[in-house]
């Protein structure tokens, strides 16, 4: 079966930190873009971060950058999303995915994990 795990949300204060995991079963995920998504409730799921599959290019939304980081290891077929100066906006959950070309964009995204739950709240 052909899926993506996504591990490590939670439930933390506003200005702390978490980090997401992302793991593929069935394929090899290191040959795959990675993405991040979010979806709050009553809103639709909006893109959060991408990384290639090579690791070299990678970029996040306005809103997280300079507060979320994205990476992958591709020896153990993995990503993360690493997550600091969290806001109470930033509750939402969210999805790795995975795409076959570089692409930012919700439909180019093949696979996707379950979801995580993420709640910042004090």
């Known amino acids: 079966q052909l899926q993506l795990v996504e591990t490590g949300g939670g439930l933390v204060q506003p200005g702390g930190s978490l980090t997401l995991s992302c793991a593929a079963s069935g394929f090899p995920l290191s040959g795959y873009t990675i993405g991040w998504f979010r979806q709050a409730p009553g809103k639709e799921r909006e893109w959060v971060c991408s990384i290639s599959s090579s690791g070299r290019d990678y970029v996040c939304a306005d809103s997280v950058q300079g507060r979320f980081t994205v990476s992958r290891n591709n020896a153990d077929g993995t990503g993360e999303l690493q997550m600091d100066t969290l806001r109470p906006e930033d509750t939402a959950v969210y999805y790795c995915?995975?795409?076959?070309?570089?692409?930012?964009?919700?439909?180019?995204?093949?696979?996707w994990g379950q979801g995580t739950q993420v709640t910042i709240s004090s």
């Open positions: 995915a995975a795409a076959v070309k570089w692409s930012l964009r919700t439909e180019d995204h093949v696979y």
